[in-house]
């Protein structure tokens, strides 16, 4: 097999972070099944290239609720950065930054949301809905007064799944796990809330005045409750292969999503993002953002904040040039005539 810039970069982060933490990134539940499935997924996805297209200039700009972006490629929400970087989250906003990049935040954080220095309007905020729902309250709260323009609630988790590297407790001192929370009489109350259903979707609303987007969604019927419920945005993920083992890639998940929902509500997807190829791949899809997790995670082991916004120029490019090479010089004229 051939390798690409990003396996690259992944030996270097992996013999850079102690086996434990590199072990806990990159792994997946169970056999890793999804996660490799979401990765070859994408791979038999074949396009059909136009040709004759003026494409002497691309343009990537779209908007993600609303807001404008250089890009449809963002940073999916994954926790405790500060087991990879020093500088932890601060390192990776600021890479966001530097890249032009929305970045979602992991409540997960190492760092207080205050201390973080996220670029108000510019980022989202992932929730759980934690068993001790008014911890989850206080979060969401802080997270809009930081400047959140969005509350993520990831409904994928109602328990977790056993990983390579399963208990974060084994990772993460206790100091660090409450950092966002304050000090809690019973660690359980931190676990996700296995009650969690869609009347929690208008409950995050109402208390942060926030559009909610759904993150964990597979099937096109849940996608629909999230929207009925209040939903704005629906987001197609398997949780990089961390959850269910024998669940559906996003690859091919997406398409009943987006079917489902119809144009006026925006659907994102992760998974196995690799090249700017699947971005667009996605894209043609019907996926209106297209997010990465572990490779910012990566960039972020190897060269902090300039890994991370490394990592995501490197997307860009990718798919302006997949986009020439298809011939399209807008994101808004990817569509599904492009699948093979
Ligand atoms: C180390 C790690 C930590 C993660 N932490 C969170 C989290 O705190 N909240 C969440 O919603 N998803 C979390 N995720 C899932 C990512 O948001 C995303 O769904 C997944 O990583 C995308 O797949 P990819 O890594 O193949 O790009 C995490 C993923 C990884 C790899």
Same mark, same amino acid.
């Given at each position: 097999?051939?390798?690409?810039?990003?396996?690259?970069?992944?030996?270097?982060?992996?013999?850079?972070?102690?086996?434990?933490?590199?072990?806990?990134?990159?792994?997946?539940?169970?056999?890793?099944?999804?996660?490799?499935?979401?990765?070859?997924?994408?791979?038999?996805?074949?396009?059909?290239?136009?040709?004759?297209?003026?494409?002497?200039?691309?343009?990537?700009?779209?908007?993600?609720?609303?807001?404008?972006?250089?890009?449809?490629?963002?940073?999916?929400?994954?926790?405790?950065?500060?087991?990879?970087?020093?500088?932890?989250?601060?390192?990776?906003?600021?890479?966001?930054?530097?890249?032009?990049?929305?970045?979602?935040?992991? =409540?997960?954080?190492?760092?207080?949301?205050?201390?973080?220095?996220?670029? =108000?309007?510019?980022?989202?905020?992932?929730?759980?809905?934690?068993?001790?729902?008014?911890?989850?309250?206080?979060?969401?709260?802080?997270?809009?007064?930081?400047?959140?323009?969005?509350?993520?609630?990831?409904?994928?988790?109602?328990?977790?799944?056993?990983?390579?590297?399963?208990?974060?407790?084994?990772?993460?001192?206790?100091?660090?796990?409450?950092?966002?929370?304050?000090?809690?009489?019973?660690?359980?109350?931190?676990?996700?809330?296995?009650?969690?259903?869609?009347?929690?979707?208008?409950?995050?609303?109402?208390?942060?005045?926030?559009?909610?987007?759904?993150?964990?969604?597979?099937?096109?019927?849940?996608?629909?409750?999230?929207?009925?419920?209040?939903?704005?945005?629906?987001?197609?993920?398997?949780?990089?292969?961390?959850?269910?083992?024998?669940?559906?890639?996003?690859?091919?998940?997406?398409?009943?999503?987006?079917?489902?929902?119809?144009?006026?509500?925006?659907?994102?997807?992760?998974?196995?993002? =690799?090249?700017?190829?699947?971005?667009?791949?996605?894209?043609?899809?019907?996926?209106?953002?297209?997010?990465?997790?572990?490779?910012?995670?990566?960039?972020?082991?190897?060269?902090?904040?300039?890994?991370?916004?490394?990592?995501?120029?490197?997307?860009?490019?990718?798919?302006?040039?997949?986009?020439?090479?298809?011939?399209? =010089?807008?994101?808004?004229?990817?569509?599904?005539?492009?699948?093979?």
């Amino acid at each position: 097999m051939t390798s690409n810039w990003l396996d690259t970069l992944e030996r270097e982060a992996a013999g850079l972070l102690p086996p434990d933490v590199y072990a806990w990134a990159a792994g997946g539940s169970g056999f890793e099944d999804a996660l490799k499935r979401n990765r070859s997924a994408w791979s038999r996805i074949t396009l059909r290239p136009d040709a004759l297209v003026d494409v002497s200039r691309v343009d990537l700009s779209t908007t993600l609720l609303g807001e404008r972006f250089d890009a449809p490629l963002a940073i999916a929400p994954s926790g405790y950065h500060g087991l990879t970087h020093p500088e932890a989250e601060r390192a990776t906003a600021d890479g966001a930054t530097k890249s032009g990049s929305l970045m979602v935040l992991s =409540s997960r954080a190492s760092l207080r949301l205050e201390e973080i220095g996220l670029p =108000s309007g510019r980022w989202w905020f992932q929730s759980y809905v934690l068993k001790d729902r008014a911890l989850t309250e206080q979060m969401v709260v802080r997270a809009r007064a930081l400047g959140a323009r969005a509350v993520v609630l990831t409904v994928d988790a109602p328990v977790l799944a056993p990983r390579r590297q399963s208990r974060n407790s084994a990772l993460v001192p206790q100091a660090v796990l409450e950092v966002n929370t304050g000090p809690v009489t019973d660690p359980e109350m931190l676990e996700p809330a296995p009650d969690l259903t869609e009347r929690d979707i208008a409950g995050l609303h109402e208390i942060s005045g926030l559009p909610v987007v759904v993150k964990g969604v597979l099937r096109g019927d849940t996608a629909r409750r999230c929207v009925d419920a209040g939903a704005a945005a629906v987001w197609v993920s398997n949780h990089g292969g961390r959850q269910l083992d024998a669940a559906v890639s996003t690859a091919d998940a997406l398409g009943e999503v987006v079917d489902a929902v119809g144009a006026d509500t925006e659907v994102y997807v992760d998974g196995g993002i =690799s090249t700017g190829v699947d971005a667009l791949r996605a894209l043609a899809l019907g996926a209106r953002g297209v997010f990465v997790g572990r490779p910012v995670v990566w960039g972020l082991a190897v060269n902090g904040a300039t890994g991370v916004a490394d990592v995501m120029n490197r997307y860009v490019e990718e798919l302006v040039l997949a986009m020439r090479l298809c011939g399209r =010089s807008q994101v808004s004229a990817l569509g599904r005539d492009l699948l093979g």
